[in-house]
Every structure is written in C-alpha cells, then in structure tokens.
C-alpha cells in the first residue's frame, strides 16, 4: 500500500495487523529515502547503527529526537524544490525548528488533513468563524505554524471571518452579524487552545457578554501548557466555552508543526485518536523501550507524510501513554492514547503559548 | 462572457497577474499562489460561477489547466 491508496479508504479503518503492515512498510521507505537524501539524517542513523535488516515493527525504525529540528537544517530535497519553509513556534529568545516542505509534501498535508476533518465533519463547507486575528494571514513570507494552521483550515469553510482584531480584541458586532446570518445552518470554528481561551472565552465573560449559537463544531489545537497553570482542563475549558458562545461541539486536536496534516483528533470519549496516516509509540525515558499499554512515558510520533525532510518518526518531548487500540467506544479503529503534557525542563513550547502579552 | 473568459479572469484577479502568465501557471509557481492566495482564487471561482467548490477540490485545483477539469464535475464546461 503507498500513500496514495491510503486516500481511498477511511481513515480510521486499519486494524492493529493491517496498520502495521501498512505503516512499516511506507516508514521503511521514507527512511530510505532520507538516508540517501539527508545527509545528517545519515549521520544520525550511522551513530545509532541502525540495521535495516532488524526492522520487523514500526517500532524498530529509528526515531530523532524533536529538537534536532531547530539545531540543524534537515532537508532530503534540493532547496530549488523547497516551496515553503515552515517555522514553529518561536517566541523571542527561543530556537525555532526550520521545517522544509516541497509542493508534493504539501499537497499531501492538506489532502490528510482534509480526510481526517471531513470524517467529523462531513464534506460540505460550513461557515467558518476563525477564533483568531486576520493579521496572521498578512505577513506572508513569515509562515508561522500558527498562521499556516488557521490557512489550512479553511478549505474546510466557507465565509471564513476572522473574530479578533489586530489587539486581538473581539469584534462582537461582526460575530453577532455573522452567527445571525448563519443561524440556520451549522457553523464551523478554529482557533488556539490558549487564544480562545484568553480572547474569546475570558473576554467575553469579563465583560458579560454570550452568545446563544444553536449548532456549532470547534476545533482546537496548540496545547494546554499555559492553561494547565491557570487549572483549566478540558472539561472546564468545554464548559465554558458552551456557557460563552452556546450549543458547541467541541474538538481539540494535537499535531506538531514536524508533522503537519496527520494530526490526532480527540473522539467524543475524550480520547486522543491516531488515523492510518500515523502511529503512536510511548518509550520510556529511562533506555527508550517501548511501554505498555496504560503506562506513562515519551510520546514517539509517527507520520507516512514527511517526503521532503526526515520528520517520519520523532521524539517528542511530551508525555503520554496508550489507553487502547481499535477497541475505543467511539468506532475508530487504531490507537488511542491520552497527553499528559510537556515534560519538566523541556523548554515551553506550543503554538498557542507563543502569544505574548505586551 | 465566456466562461473560458470568466475562468482566466478569476486568476488574474486573485493573482494580480496578465492573462497570457494566468494560463501556464501552477500552485506555487508565484510568490502570490501560495495557501493565502489559494483561498482568494476559490472565492473567485466560486463567485464567478456561483459555486460550492469541495474540500478534496479545493486541494486538487493545482493548476490553471487542473482546474478546468474539476469545475467540469460542477457542469462547467470550456
């Protein structure tokens, strides 16, 4: 199977054997080709004597840790076929990882992206309120993780408007105008955890303001870090979001700027789901064995899309564990798994916390 | 207008750019076709010929050429 039959099917479809098969063999490939192409991939694959010959799960290809993204250049095409350079997340002061994207690997995240969102949502384009400020769009030789996140949304919208300001105020009158003038169909809504919970949420309670939408979707990415010290957890989060803004189903999903499109949704049971196009692997921080189901340690991503720079299998430095596999009572199969958060001295990082308040 | 007229001139318009350069482009070629202008053109699609464009669409149309055909499956023909 290559990447391409994957589009054909559902994306939560594989079993645990099928997956395996699939997911080995394409990782074994792309591995392939970033050795050949990458020449401190190969370097990094050389020191950790990786044997092609032992490799009989996804669990036995070699991982790189998340960082090396912001220490060094890694690029397995030439920089004439790079379209678009991706920077993640870097406030001021911190080293930010340097992601190479050709077009084809581009087309690709969007082409994941689509099918994992529409498998939630449905095919149609609904109105879409960004819960985000248009300034993200108008520097465009700064493509932020952000910015490309909010962009990459919207082909699922239609209407697309923007609920903040540039001072990232919101703007009540076009959010009014905008849910009356879609009050009869549902809406769509994207934003940051962090921002929406800062300029949405928080400032509409402030001020005693809500709003009554009838039928509403969320979607929400970029961590929890910062709202973790202010003890806000999912559930609270979704509580007042629905007390704010009205009848909203709300999803929060995970993803990394290294692997953009195969990103993870969390399903109606609260659970973190991996699609066909990626894989979850807890290891262990003490020698980076692979842990059991239920047990906590470092969360290893695993993408089919990295074509143009060897982002396929990364290290991350958030912690999580594996809560089960095809068995989860929402109906998808593949793992499911829980994040626990960043783990201590890892530097902050996450692309909702890269607001600063001035 | 024609709408081989209308087509060309929804690239010119979102992309700021002369007929002639409209009709060999593809995704990415200009610094103007990139994600942010890809939406810009889809509106203009989609005004011109009153149409709702699919997500998987919206994603294929990588090209002046690529995009005939899929306006094709809206009953648009050239």
Same mark, same amino acid.
């Given at each position: 199977m290559t990447l391409n039959d994957l589009f054909q099917?559902?994306?939560y479809s594989l079993t645990k054997s099928e997956k395996n098969k699939?997911?080995?063999?394409?990782?074994?490939?792309?591995?392939?080709?970033?050795?050949?192409?990458?020449?401190?991939?190969?370097?990094?694959?050389?020191?950790?004597g990786y044997n092609p010959q032992e490799v009989f799960s996804s669990a036995d290809l070699p991982f790189i840790p998340v960082r090396l993204f912001k220490q060094f250049e890694l690029k397995s095409v030439s920089d004439e076929q790079i379209t678009k350079?991706?920077? &993640?997340?870097?406030?001021?002061?911190?080293a930010v990882s340097k992601i190479f994207l050709d077009a084809e690997n581009v087309r690709n995240q969007t082409k994941t992206l689509n099918e994992i969102i529409s498998s939630f949502i449905g095919k149609s384009r609904l109105p879409l309120l960004l819960l985000d400020t248009e300034m993200i769009k108008k520097d465009r030789t700064m493509? &932020? =993780?952000?910015?490309?996140?909010?962009?990459g949304f919207s082909i699922f919208g239609r209407n697309s408007t923007?609920?903040?300001?540039?001072?990232?105020?919101?703007?009540?009158?076009?959010?009014?105008?905008?849910?009356?003038?879609?009050?009869?169909?549902?809406?769509?809504?994207?934003?940051?955890?962090?921002m929406i919970w800062q300029f949405v949420v928080r400032a509409l309670e402030e001020n005693n303001i809500s709003f009554n939408i009838k039928n509403a979707i969320l979607f929400h990415i970029g961590g929890w870090k910062k709202l973790k010290d202010q003890a806000v957890d999912v559930l609270e989060f979704n509580r007042r979001i629905q007390k704010?803004?009205?009848?909203?189903?709300?999803?929060?999903?995970? +993803?990394? =700027?290294?692997?953009?499109?195969?990103?993870?949704?969390?399903?109606?049971?609260?659970?973190?789901?991996?699609?066909?196009?990626?894989?979850?692997?807890?290891? %262990?921080?003490k020698d980076f064995s692979e842990a059991n189901i239920g047990e906590k340690g470092l969360i290893e991503l695993l993408s089919v899309l990295p074509t143009s720079y060897p982002g396929h299998i990364i290290l991350t430095e958030d912690e999580g564990a594996i809560l089960g596999e095809?068995?989860?009572?929402? +109906?998808?199969?593949?793992?499911?798994?829980?994040?626990?958060? %960043?783990?201590k001295n890892a530097e902050l990082r996450g692309c909702s916390d890269t607001y600063e308040k001035r | 207008m024609s709408n081989i007229e209308k087509y060309t001139q929804a690239f010119c318009?979102?992309?700021?750019?002369?007929?002639?350069?409209?009709?060999?482009?593809?995704?990415?070629?200009?610094?103007?076709w990139d994600s942010v202008g890809h939406m810009g053109l889809v509106a203009q699609l989609e005004e011109a010929f009153d149409i709702m464009l699919e997500p998987d669409d919206i994603v294929d149309l990588s090209s002046f050429e690529k995009g005939q055909e899929i306006l094709a499956k809206y009953d648009i023909t050239f």
């Open positions: 099917i559902a994306p699939v997911l080995t063999q394409i990782l074994k490939e792309l591995t392939v080709k970033h050795y050949k192409n990458c020449p401190e991939y190969a370097k990094i694959l050389k020191a950790l350079t991706l920077t &993640s997340s870097g406030t001021s002061g911190q493509y &932020s =993780a952000r910015g490309a996140g909010i962009i923007y609920a903040l300001d540039e001072n990232m105020n919101i703007n009540i009158q076009k959010v009014s105008d905008f849910i009356k003038e879609h009050e009869n169909e549902p809406i769509l809504m994207f934003g940051y955890t962090y704010c803004l009205g009848n909203v189903k709300v999803y929060n999903y995970y +993803g990394m =700027a290294e692997q953009l499109g195969s990103v993870f949704v969390e399903c109606e049971h609260g659970h973190m789901h991996c699609s066909n196009y990626s894989d979850v692997i807890i290891r %262990r921080a095809d068995d989860c009572p929402c +109906g998808r199969k593949g793992k499911y798994f829980k994040i626990y958060g %960043r783990i | 318009q979102a992309f700021d750019i002369d007929e002639e350069a409209a009709k060999k482009l593809k995704f990415q070629d200009i610094p103007a």
